[in-house]
């Protein structure tokens, strides 16, 4: 089956613009989405399929994809973005299996 | 509002076996693709089961196969997932998350608030 790789930890200073990346074969058959996990919370889903925001996600947010990697950008890094960041995406692998990423802690210092 | 909301973890020998539920309210839950996601304590998230809409297409977690059984009941709104010959690795907050997309985009819009499954003697 497919695996997705991300970096485990990032940080960005206040106000700057920060990249965090996921890498997997998978990606190069669907798009990547991106969930913010807070401690002790339930995931939030924040880009989703070339580069869209569900209602609410702050425009702050953006999302990218080439070739196997894909990529969450937050331009203007905020303090409440301190969180985990999960990619995932379908299974290229034809076993309709779902996939995710091992995880990329952000520090917003 | 779309809510789904968990129940039925709890502490478990192992070997046991647990009944997880979700029921889901803000939407039409008959439409909606569902699937369960579990997270290990201070780990990353795992996709551990899906279930289509009518419920006649599944797919499981090579992880978990033979093990647990995802049904829904469309008329309740509900969802479920049976966990026999539970192990200690089965140990995790289990969330269930609703489905979108098709062709080349696939996401989970809403998740549960979860319900933690320990498996310990």
Known sequence: ?109 | EVQLVESGGGLVQPGGSLRLSCAASGFTFSSYEMNWVRQAPGKGLEWVSYISSSGSTIYYADSVKGRFTISRDNAKNSLYLQMNSLRAEDTAVYYCARDLGSGTQYYFDYWGQGTLVTVSS
């Not at chain 1, 890094?77 to 692998?93: H, I, L, T, V």
């Open chain 1, 1 to 109: 089956s497919s695996e997705l790789t991300q970096d485990p930890a990032v940080s960005v200073a206040l106000g700057q613009t920060v990249r965090i990346t996921c890498q997997g074969d998978s990606l190069r058959s669907y798009y990547a989405s991106w969930y913010q996990q807070k401690p002790g919370q339930a995931p939030v889903l924040v880009i989703y399929g070339k580069n869209n925001r569900p209602s609410g996600i702050p425009d702050r947010f953006s999302g990218s994809s080439s070739g196997n990697t894909a990529s969450l950008t937050i331009t203007g890094a905020q303090a409440e973005d301190e969180a985990d960041y999960y990619c995932n995406s379908r299974d290229s692998s034809g076993n309709h299996h779902v996939v995710f990423g091992g995880g990329t802690k952000l520090t917003v210092l």
